[in-house]
């Protein structure tokens, strides 16, 4: 009988093994025990993930393969890494979430796993069954978490909108991987990395119509443009910690996905890569022009995830002009630029969830006068915003520098001039928020009475991009965005009321964050300005590891 404790079996799948079972216990335990504190499962689920980080990390110089499917090398090492802190800060808001929010769905805990088990697949896959599997777990588990409030209609039609695109998406993806199965009789990425040269010159066409089902499948899944359309409302009815997974977690497990597949199959086509190219290009300019006459506070920041999209899919255009020897590079800007991406915008999520709880309202207009109000918050929320316009001495700039660098290196110049053209765009947005914290405050008089303009339209190359009514009142039925408990039950009579009730009734009762809330956006900030400074803190370990071994 084979010994399979000791199989290579737990260095290749060790941190999605524990993962998985952690999510199960979790699922289980929280449906015998229901009036258990969600946060009981949530510091499980940290735990667990503790758990996941530290075998990575032990396993992270190995080299395995296990059933020909799932590879532990380098790229799933650091991308395994990337994804399980990506995870530790979701969870770690979700945390402070579960307090302020005691009706907050108790599901959050386990589906947040269930994706990271998807995320984890996705990374260390090596065949497109297996890569396809674990892209549908983090899909499903997401459209979950988006819709699992029920009483929410935003909830809801955010979930709805992302399902859709997301079906759409994966049908798009699954047809181009068909074609590749079609031409090769194979869906192991090792045997289709030996075909790519005979894929270009047998088929070129056809290889050429692969690769841009793959990508734009994959679009759907990464917010790229024209496939974006389903983000700002899908993230506008989130609840944070969702809507943060939504920008972090799930882009870095797509770009991973993404970077491993074409690479190996059409490695032997670099033609193919303009299309990126072009895409990245489309992605950065309607992202950030999409994000100026925003009010809404999680829309503009949807947005600006899609322009942040468009910025990491610059090194998968320059694959296609640039030899092995220059892949190391653009494999460390991708991946310098995921992980401070994931510090400023994790904090920039937990830093307007907390304004806007505060406030009722998710316009920009209770942004005034925060630096007043709290000094600590306004501060954070700044160097998030500067670090997402590309400042210096953010972990921002120094991604986007590596960005241009990489495409005047490998003759890409019209790539980076529109990525520092399109950066220069996104100030007049991020600034706008900036000037609002350190300008002085409205009245609560005033706020009050504000009624926004409903349903503005703003047509940008032939898109609309909507700015649904916002009201801070707290009866309104648009505040049902991170709020739990919002019943709604009847509409407004004749003198405005309405007997629509927060469920616990202390939101916005509390002055400052939490302990947890306030470690998490320090965390978030140190991320941000230490990559910034002394970005060989992170270059360093990646070298270490080494991506070819």
Same mark, same amino acid.
């Given at each position: ?9 737990f260095?290749?799948m060790?941190?999605?093994l524990?993962?998985?079972?952690t ?9 015998c025990?229901p009036?258990?504190?969600?946060r009981v499962w949530?510091?499980l689920?940290i735990l667990?993930t503790?758990?996941a980080?530290?075998?990575?990390? +032990? ?5 395995a ?11 799933s ?9 990506t ?8 945390l402070d ?5 005691p009706? /907050?769905p108790?599901?959050?805990p386990?589906l947040i796993?269930?994706a990271?088990?998807?995320a984890l697949t ?8 297996t890569l396809y599997?674990?892209?549908e777990?983090?899909?499903? !588990?997401?459209? +979950?978490l988006?819709?699992?409030?029920? #009483?929410?209609?935003?909830s809801? @039609?955010g979930?709805?909108k992302?399902l859709?695109m997301g079906?759409?998406?994966?049908a798009v993806?699954?047809y ?11 869906t192991?990425?090792?045997?289709l ?8 010159? *047998?088929?070129?066409a056809v ?10 499948g ?10 974006h /359309?389903w983000t700002?409302d ?6 944070g910690?969702?809507?943060a997974?939504? !920008?972090?977690?799930s ?6 996905l993404?970077?491993?597949?074409l ?7 670099? #033609? ?10 489309a992605?950065?300019v309607?992202? *950030?022009l999409?994000?100026?006459?925003q009010?809404?506070?999680k829309r503009?920041?949807?947005f ?11 090194p998968f255009?320059?694959?296609g002009a640039s030899g092995? #020897?220059?892949?190391?590079a653009?494999f ?6 995921l992980v401070?991406?994931t510090?400023?915008t +994790?904090?920039?999520f !937990?830093?307007i969830?907390w304004?806007s709880?505060q406030?009722r309202?998710?316009?920009?207009s209770?942004l ?6 709290n000094?600590?918050l /306004?501060g954070a929320?700044?160097?998030?915003l500067l670090?997402?316009?590309g ?9 986007k520098l590596?960005? $241009?660098i990489?495409t005047v ?17 996104s ?11 350190f300008q002085?405050?409205v009245?609560?008089a @005033? $706020?009050a009475?504000?009624?926004?303009a409903?349903?503005a ?9 909507? *700015?649904?009514?916002i ?10 965005d991170d709020?739990e408990? +919002? ?6 009579d ?10 616990d009734?202390?939101?916005g009762t509390?002055a400052?964050?939490g302990?947890v809330l306030?470690?998490l956006?320090?965390?978030c900030?140190?991320?941000t ?10 270059l ?9 071994q």
């Open positions: 009988m084979p010994d399979l404790i000791h199989a290579h079996y260095v290749t060790g941190p999605l524990i993962v998985t079972a999510a199960f216990i979790v699922m289980v335990l929280e449906f025990l009036r258990v504190d969600a949530l510091g689920s667990g503790l758990a980080v530290v075998t990575a990390a +032990v396993h992270a110089g190995q080299r393969l296990t059933l020909n499917s799932v590879v532990q090398d380098a790229f090492a650091v991308f395994s890494l990337v994804i399980l802190g995870t530790l800060l979701i969870l770690w808001f979700a979430f579960a307090r302020r929010e009706q /907050a108790k599901e959050h386990y796993l269930f990271v088990a998807g996705m990374a260390s896959a090596v065949d497109l069954v599997v674990g892209l777990l983090l899909s499903v !588990a997401s459209y +979950v988006v819709g699992v409030r029920r #009483q929410s209609a935003r809801t @039609e979930a709805v992302y859709l079906s759409i998406g994966s993806l699954l181009g991987m068909s074609f590749i199965y079609g031409l090769t009789g194979s192991n990425l090792y045997d990395g030996q075909q790519g040269m005979m894929l270009w010159t *047998n088929y070129p290889t050429v119509l692969a690769f841009l089902l793959m990508l734009c994959m679009g759907f899944k990464l917010s790229l443009v024209p496939f /359309a700002p899908t993230y506008a009815g989130a609840p910690p969702v809507s997974l939504l !920008a972090t977690l882009k870095t497990a797509g770009f991973a993404l970077l491993r597949m690479l190996f199959i059409f490695n032997g086509a670099p #033609q193919v890569y303009v299309w990126a190219g072009v895409i990245s290009a992605t950065m309607v992202g *950030n999409a994000a100026l006459p009010r809404h506070m503009m920041l949807a600006s995830s899609v322009a942040q999209a468009g910025y990491l899919l610059v255009a320059l694959f092995y #020897q220059d892949w190391i653009l460390d800007s991708l991946v310098f630029y401070a991406y510090f400023m +994790v904090g920039a !937990a830093v969830w304004v709880r406030t309202s998710f316009d920009a209770v005034d006068g925060l630096a007043r109000r000094p600590w /306004a929320l700044t160097v998030f670090g997402l316009a400042m210096p001495l953010t972990a921002g700039f120094v991604g590596y960005l $241009l990489d290196h490998l003759h890409e110049v019209w790539l980076g001039v529109l990525l520092f053209l399109t950066s220069a765009v100030f007049y947005y991020y600034f706008g928020w900036i000037r609002r914290m002085p405050a009245s609560d @005033e $706020l009475g504000t009624v926004l409903a349903d339209g703003v047509f940008t190359f032939g898109l609309q991009f909507d *700015n649904p009514p009201t801070p009142h707290p009866g309104d039925e648009h505040w049902q709020v408990g +919002v019943r709604v039950s009847a509409a407004p004749e003198t405005g009321a309405s007997d629509q009730q927060v469920g009734g202390s939101a509390d400052r964050p302990i306030q470690t956006i320090a965390v900030v140190i991320g300005l230490v990559l910034g400074v002394a970005p060989a803190v992170l360093h370990g990646l070298w270490a590891v080494g991506w070819y």
